[in-house]
């Protein structure tokens, strides 16, 4: 049910109402999470709204995934848009979004997953787990040398947070790490690169690449075969991104040729994976069903209120999100 009580915020004496819509779904789930992080403030779940309710000049802020193109020019004291979700590609289509801040989720619980799922697969191959999975149906006993941590050179493409926590965590495993992003990164202790001209002896140097890029106009059909062909012949391909920054025949080409040895892909074009995609039946590709960092409300509520919170103390909240048709104007 919609939240209704109306709460007087303590510094100025009057309610502060928010919305939320969950892709038009799972919205209470949000507000029964947030709700103990901001007591003061008024949650409507946005699928249970209609046209004419009268609440659209008293929402402030509008925490939202997937959202109605055009939708939030109706809140005319809208103060922020805050995102339920790691991704952008949603709101960056919608030209029409109001000139307010944009604040991109950044929860650490998701993060730490995505570094977890990434470790498993690089540890799957290096201890060999897969074969003695299959040697034990075949009752035969057998062991594999393993490649040391500090032999396996790691490089995350992609260092926003996200890829900041992922090269954290493998450098803590023992694991060569070195990023590589669009522009000037330092991270403590990690080997980073930037630029364009700086990619190619990166790919070159890796065992195993770890995408974690966004889907916008500069990642679309990033790994493209120019860039495949750059990688060893014995190297792994992760991708946690978004799936539109691999071509895909590209990949399927170097897979078949064996320009690389293996992908693992948890992100796709098109999701749900249509059944008839090649990706199903590849032997040298994993597919996962976009698992491996989900976004919980239990714990991403304590991030978007602590935004909320700088907001209304008027701070920056963190971090930003420049959308392109307000860079444009």
């Not at 709101?91 to 979004?97: C, L, Q, W, Y």
């Not at 990688?231 to 399927?252: F, P």
């Amino acid at each position: 049910m919609i939240i209704l009580q109306r709460f007087p915020h303590p510094s100025i004496g009057v309610y502060v109402a928010i919305l939320i819509n969950n892709d038009g779904s799972g919205s209470q789930e949000w507000a029964d999470h947030l709700q103990p992080h901001l007591p003061e403030h008024t949650l409507y779940c946005f699928e249970q709204l209609d046209d004419t309710d009268a609440i659209v000049d008293d929402i402030e802020y509008a925490l939202v995934w997937n959202h109605p193109a055009g939708e939030l020019q109706r809140y005319s004291n809208l103060k922020a848009i805050l995102i339920l979700g790691a991704g952008t590609e949603h709101i960056d289509h919608d030209a029409t979004v109001p000139r307010v801040p944009i604040v991109r989720l950044v929860d650490p619980e998701m993060s730490r997953d995505m570094a977890q799922y990434a470790l498993y697969w690089v540890m799957n191959s290096q201890r060999h787990y897969d074969t003695y999975r299959q040697q034990q149906l075949q009752q035969h006993w057998q062991r594999y040398p393993a490649a040391a941590a500090g032999d396996i050179n790691v490089l995350i493409v992609g260092m926003g947070e996200i890829g900041t926590t992922i090269a954290e965590i493998f450098q803590l495993n023992g694991f060569r790490v070195s990023g590589w992003n669009r522009s000037t990164k330092q991270i403590a202790h990690i080997d980073c690169r930037f630029g364009v001209d700086a990619l190619r002896p990166a790919l070159r140097e890796a065992d195993v690449v770890v995408l974690c890029l966004p889907k916008n106009e500069h990642t679309i059909g990033f790994m493209n075969r120019q860039r495949l062909a750059e990688m060893k012949s014995s190297a792994t391909l992760i991708n946690i991104g978004r799936g539109a920054v691999i071509d895909e025949q590209a990949l399927r080409e170097a897979l078949d040729n064996e320009t690389i040895s293996r992908a693992v892909l948890d992100v796709f074009s098109e999701e749900p994976l249509p059944s008839d995609e090649w990706y199903w039946q590849h032997p040298k590709v994993t597919v996962t069903p976009h698992m491996s960092g989900a976004t919980y409300p239990r714990s991403a509520a304590k991030v978007i209120a602590a935004n909320i919170r700088r907001i209304e103390r008027g701070e920056t909240p963190f971090p930003l999100h420049s959308h392109p048709a307000h860079l444009e104007n």
